[in-house]
């Protein structure tokens, strides 16, 4: 059978697409579709699972199989898709709020078990649909309508989280970067496990240029940290690099640092410490943030590891027979006589 | 140190023949006495008696060691006929430490027989009983026939040369007992020696102490000081067949697993460990060769969103838990039913509220079945009545929600879970299959496929599984189009879809057995039961009948939707009984679906009820 040829178009559905206009969100969409439609992997295989949020109305808007399910479950329920459907591509659709707070849970226990799931997290540092009640992910003294007196809540930093879940791939892109976000999609697509992709996301009715530091003209310059494997970590037209002093990961000037001391960013160390050390360059899009594949490891998948057991078992004790089962606990049978009806 | 049973000669000692015996075990947690529960009752089902058992645990896993709370206990009834209950009141008890006599004396029956652990009569062990004098010597046993046993010292002297040593020595004291009650009650022997080596096939010496302290037992019988009679229960005439003593969370399993066969699909429970539905887990974890997949989630909620995604991939997928955990579930079953997607959810009842009683049987749940979501959601409710009838209703549950594509709630409650009864095994072959038809083409305008569009008879919509080519489509839980299955806010079709929805619940009654009525046929009082209360019921019925007066017996299986001749039975009668483990569930159901004057017997102690006051209601009902 010949691989099928699809264009961008053929991932749309008919649903008038109802984000804001200016949404983050739409050129997340379309880079997602233009990825999907690339890779000539049958429509019909992929699935989408989101929670609820502006980011959770994403299945509606793709061709494919998807569920609109509630708030935060979305990696739960897609681990039972995962589990037990080797077969088909499984994504998750959530947001700073979906995903880090109700669902907190369920997300760092997806990619502790290494569910072959590709999370992606639309982090807009506040909680959109419910109209800008601020998120796990905003900022100390951030006034939103729960907060008029400006928030006490320390954030979250989710790179950093889910290095800490065990997660075996973790990413971050930008939703304006639609080249990038589509090369992040390809390896984390190539991934065998569960995939973590944070995307910071500009939501621009209620946290306008929260990640300016990140795409501002100016700005991106000089706070873009690309990782990018087997380089060396350099940014801001070279003149900036970073290096590990005293256990924790430093910017310094290029120029005051030998060469051999900028640190060369490997995915694939298997001790994460030094992903999370990288992770901790900023603990949010304020100036220098990295950016790219902090973690790519291979460990066995979920769903493998499953359903190798069940192979296993039937190997070993042959095809299940029930007549046999119900008679495990040992019989005795009650022959017909005149007293019982025999 | 006994190698051997001795036969006892043409006895000297006189038999007296029983038609059933009541028998509790009672001791410390480590005692091992639901161990010695479970041997007696299964050596009884092999010998033939009908029986029923009830096992009670304390909720911790090992309280401090002869307290009251540590006491753990397990009873039997067997019979020569078809026993109903595990009896009110046992006619032995057996009692291995003082708090296990201070706690369970109460219920020995006048004149039954007590079978005492003397060495574990100390000062200390009294004290912690919350004893003053001593029960042994200060004449409060003069009422019973007592048989006083060193059974510390005895299992000592037994399993010497065994292998054991230090503290597992006295592990076995419970075989002692167990072997002594084999001999006072005319058990066979070969069934728990057979047992105990293949248990313990890996632990030779653990083997040969447990079996050396049971020979030592029984033989203890034997000799003067012990007992003046035994008895004895003739087995019982059942019904021919071949049978296996089961428990109800067993059976379930086993049904579920048999439902999966019948079907045609694998197996998924997503679940998290809580008493007392852990056993269904363990026992389905195990089965991996039937192609069960198992999956212990992080929480409640990931039990049941893991079913609900394994079930929009097209399995059998079933959740289980019990109270507090099926109170976690209530948002993501309300997504399952307007999802509409089969997905069975067991709740394996017990006392409540809140953490409640974990290890003790109560009925509570029925209401918070059929109403516990927001939003209109009714959904299909079942409820089991006996432990083997866990296996046909597991089955049924998987019918109901396959065919009409809807969760469907089981419900289950600790009686049934761990007690066990013989089960005559079904004829395999002859249970119907599950028909499951999955979408395979468009079913609308213009190649599209409408994933609400539903079967004229049923009003199930397609099952379309992910994978299957051309039939692409978005499910959730915001109110769908009725045609299209897109997001609708439209006033006129949400109250199109909340009807429908209702409809198609509804209509299950059309593909369920009528209820049946069993009893005098000019009966004026009728009692009406559901789930655990099944064996009561009928047992205080037929203690009924015996005084001379006439009562008829239903029990309902189907909560949701009930049977359609349900209201023409209850108005056949003049008194309507509705005995719950509740404070009265069903009978507001009834009251308000029937309006009838029904009447209530309503217990919530984390006990069943006693069959001689269900008697005694019904008596005063029916004079």
């Known amino acids: 059978m010949t691989a ?46 989101s929670g609820i949020g502006c980011s959770s109305r994403f299945p509606y808007y793709v061709n494919t199989y998807g569920m609109h399910s509630i708030h935060g479950r979305a990696p739960a329920i897609a681990s039972g898709v995962a589990t037990t459907r080797p077969d088909l591509s499984v994504w998750v659709i959530t947001g700073d709020g979906d995903g880090l707070s109700i669902g907190g849970n369920h997300l760092i226990h997806a990619l502790r ?7 992606l997290l639309f982090n807009n540092q506040i909680y959109g649909l419910t ?16 907060s008029p007196f400006g928030s006490i809540d320390y954030p979250f930093n989710p790179v950093s989280l889910a290095l800490g879940a065990e997660a075996s791939y973790v990413a971050r892109t930008l939703d304006m970067d639609r080249n990038h976000t589509q090369e992040i999609l390809k390896t984390a697509y190539e991934h065998e496990g569960s995939a973590f992709i944070e995307i910071y996301q500009n939501c621009n009715v209620f946290n306008d240029k929260a990640f300016i530091q990140l795409t501002g003209k100016e700005e991106r310059v000089h706070n873009r940290i690309d990782l990018e494997h087997g380089k060396p970590i350099v940014f801001d037209g070279g003149a900036k690099a970073v290096v590990m002093r005293g256990g924790e990961a430093t910017v310094v000037d290029s120029s005051s640092v030998d060469p051999k001391a900028i640190l060369v960013h490997d995915e694939t160390r298997p001790n994460p410490s030094i992903a999370f050390a990288l992770s901790r360059l900023s603990h949010g899009p304020y100036g220098p943030t990295p950016l790219g594949v902090f973690r790519n490891v291979q460990r066995p998948a979920y769903d493998a590891e499953v359903n190798a057991q069940v192979q296993a078992a039937s190997d070993k004790l042959g095809s299940g027979d029930l007549h046999k089962l119900i008679r495990s606990h040992g019989t005795w049978t009650v022959e017909a006589s005149s007293s019982n009806g025999g | 140190m006994a190698d051997e049973i001795a036969t006892p000669e043409p006895s000297t000692t006189p038999t007296e023949v029983l038609e059933r015996l009541v028998v509790r075990f009672a001791g410390d947690s480590g005692d091992g006495m639901q161990l010695a529960g479970n041997r007696f009752t299964d050596a009884s089902a092999l010998f033939g008696n009908d029986l029923a058992t009830l096992p009670s645990f304390p909720a911790e896993i090992r309280a401090p060691a002869g307290t009251l709370p540590g006491v753990s206990s397990f009873q039997v009834q067997i019979a020569d006929y078809d026993i109903l209950t595990a009896g009110d009141a046992p006619d032995c008890l057996v009692a291995m430490n003082p708090a296990a006599l201070q706690k369970n004396l109460k219920d020995l029956r006048q004149g039954g027989t007590l079978l005492i652990n003397t060495d574990a009569f100390d000062e ?7 004893y003053e004098e001593d029960p042994l010597s200060d004449g409060s046993l003069d009422g019973y026939r007592v048989i006083k046993v060193p059974m510390d010292d005895l299992t000592k002297k037994a399993v010497d040369g065994s292998g054991v040593s230090g503290r597992n020595v006295l592990r076995s004291k419970n075989f002692f007992a167990l072997g002594l009650m084999a001999w006072l009650f005319h058990r066979p022997t070969e069934p728990t020696i057979a047992w105990v ?11 040969a102490a447990n079996t050396m302290a049971f020979k030592a037992g029984y033989n203890f019988g034997i000799t003067p000081e012990a007992t003046k009679n035994t008895f004895e229960v003739k087995p019982a005439a059942l019904h021919p067949g071949t049978y296996t003593n089961v428990n109800g969370n067993t059976a379930l399993a086993w049904g579920l697993i048999a439902a999966s066969q019948k079907s045609g699909l694998p197996l998924f429970y997503g679940t998290y460990p809580i008493t007392p539905a852990s056993d269904v887990l363990h026992e389905l974890s195990r089965h991996k060769n039937f192609g069960v997949r198992t999956f212990q989630a992080e929480d409640e909620i990931a039990g049941v969103g893991s079913a609900i995604g394994a079930a929009f991939a097209g399995n059998l ?80 549950a998987a019918r109901i929600a396959i065919k009409y594509m809807t969760p469907v709630i089981l419900l289950s409650d600790n009686y049934v879970a761990n ?29 599209k496929f409408l994933p609400y569009l539903r079967n004229v008879d049923t009003f199930a919509r397609p099952w379309a599984v992910p994978g299957t080519p051309g039939l692409e489509h978005r499910i959730g839980g915001l109110e769908k189009d009725a045609i299209t299955g897109n997001v609708s806010y439209d006033p006129n079709n949400h109250q199109l879809m909340t009807d429908t929805r209702a409809w198609k619940v509804s209509n299950i009654a059309n593909d369920i057995p009528p209820l049946e009525v069993t ?83 309503n217990k919530v102690a984390g006990e069943p009820f006693r069959v001689v006051d269900v008697t005694n209601k019904i008596l005063e009902m029916v004079k």
């Not at chain 2, 009692?527 to 009562?551: D, M, Y």
């Open chain 1, 4 to 49: 099928p040829s699809y264009t961008r178009g053929d991932f749309q559905t008919d649903q008038e697409v109802r984000w804001c206009p200016g949404c983050g969100d739409y050129t997340i969409l379309a880079s997602v579709q233009q990825f999907l439609a690339g890779l000539g992997r049958p429509r019909e295989e992929f699935v989408f699972i």
């Open chain 1, 113 to 119: 078990r290494n569910v072959n799931l590709k999370i």
């Open chain 1, 131 to 146: 109209k800008g009640q601020y998120s796990p992910t905003s900022e100390v003294g951030k006034s939103t309508k729960s």
């Open chain 2, 124 to 130: 200390r062990n009294l004290a912690k009983a919350g």
């Open chain 2, 197 to 207: 080596e293949k248990k313990f096939a890996k632990l030779p010496e653990v083997a």
């Open chain 2, 317 to 396: 997928a079933v959740t289980g838990s019990s109270g507090p955990g099926i109170a976690l579930k209530s948002e993501s079953i309300s997504l399952a039913f307007m999802l509409e997607l089969p997905l069975i959810v067991i709740n394996v009842q017990r006392g409540g509220p809140s953490t409640g009683l974990p290890t003790k049987p109560e009925q509570s749940d029925l209401l918070f079945s059929l109403y516990g979501r927001h939003g209109e959601s009714p959904i299909p409710v079942l409820a089991i009545p006996t432990p083997s009838e866990a296996f046909e209703m597991a089955i049924e």
């Open chain 2, 419 to 447: 007690g066990s009864e013989p089960w005559r095994l079904p004829d395999l072959d002859a249970i119907p299959d599950i028909e499951v038809t999955f979408a395979e083409n468009p079913n609308g305008p213009d190649g």
């Open chain 2, 519 to 601: 009893g005098d046929e000019d009966a004026k009082v009728l009692v009406l039961g559901w789930g655990s209360t099944f064996g009561t019921i009928r047992a205080a019925a037929r203690r009924v009948r015996n005084e001379g007066q006439k009562v008829a017996t239903a029990h309902l299986r189907h909560m949701n939707p009930m049977p359609n001749n349900l209201g023409e039975v209850l108005r056949s009668y003049d008194k309507l009984l509705i005995p719950e483990l509740n404070t009265g569930q069903l009978l507001k159901l009834v009251r308000a679906e029937f309006l009838i004057d029904a009447v209530g017997l």
